[in-house]
């Protein structure tokens, strides 16, 4: 059973639209959730993180996580063209030893956002 | 801003041959951290490191890998024996703490390598 399931897409919307994208995951432990921002021949960047359950805004973007339906969301309002890029989520644990494991990533979603 | 800089930003190799990727992470940073992605896959934890040594390590990281910090400033990772399926885009990440995972956990622009 893989750990995150990201929808790779593409997902095309027109600009102005409200994007969703979301991620679902199995491993229970995963307490870090976080969005990244991909564009192309770059590295990820950061948008989002949220620790544990909940929704957190910042601008056009809010992420939410329901940690009971192992389910998180990030989703854009009044897109963009400059928000085209692949959106990938990210989580992590953190173990008795006080440190977090490596990220565990989804697999990316490529968003258009058309003109 | 502050940026994780990586070295070069293609490489291209023979199948068997060694190969080292270079980064220079931000400079007070005292974490770093590599991560691959194959094409079309997801991006995967290979390896942290601090202090002069391993932190944590994926099961990806093999004995065909190493990473070292020879200075003040670089942090690299070997590859000694390249398989064909080594190739993928390789990301240097840095933060001040330890998986500083809210704003401090910077990547690099990666490396594509390609094992010919």
């Known amino acids: 059973q893989k750990e995150v399931e990201q929808d790779p897409g593409p997902l095309s919307v027109p600009e102005g639209a409200i994007v969703s994208l979301n991620c679902t995951y199995s491993n229970s432990a995963f307490q870090y959730f976080m969005w990244y921002r991909q564009y192309s021949r770059k590295g990820p960047e950061l948008l989002m993180y949220t620790y544990s359950s909940g929704n957190k805004e910042d601008g056009r973007f809010t992420a939410q996580v329901d940690k009971s339906s192992k389910y998180i969301s990030l989703f854009i309002r009044d897109s963009q063209p400059s928000d085209s890029a692949t959106y990938l989520c990210?989580?992590?644990?953190?173990?008795?030893?006080?440190?977090?494991?490596?990220?565990?990533f989804g697999k990316g979603t490529h968003l258009i956002i058309q003109p | 801003e502050p940026e994780v800089t990586q070295t070069p930003s293609h490489q291209v190799t023979q199948m068997g041959q060694e190969v080292i990727l270079r980064c220079v992470p931000i400079s007070n940073h005292l974490y770093f951290y590599w991560y691959r992605q194959i094409l079309g896959q997801k991006v995967e934890f290979l390896v942290s490191f601090y202090n002069n040594e391993i932190s944590e390590k994926s099961e990806i990281f093999d004995d065909q890998f190493s990473v070292e910090r020879p200075d003040g400033s670089n942090f690299t990772l070997k590859i000694r024996s390249t398989k064909l399926e080594d190739s993928a885009m390789y990301f240097c990440?840095?933060?001040?703490?330890?998986?500083?995972?809210?704003?401090?956990?910077?990547f690099g622009s990666g490396t594509r390598l390609t094992v010919v």
């Open positions: 990210a989580m992590a644990a953190m173990y008795s030893g006080g440190g977090a494991d490596g990220l565990t």
């Open positions: 990440a840095s933060s001040y703490r330890k998986n500083q995972l809210n704003y401090g956990y910077t």
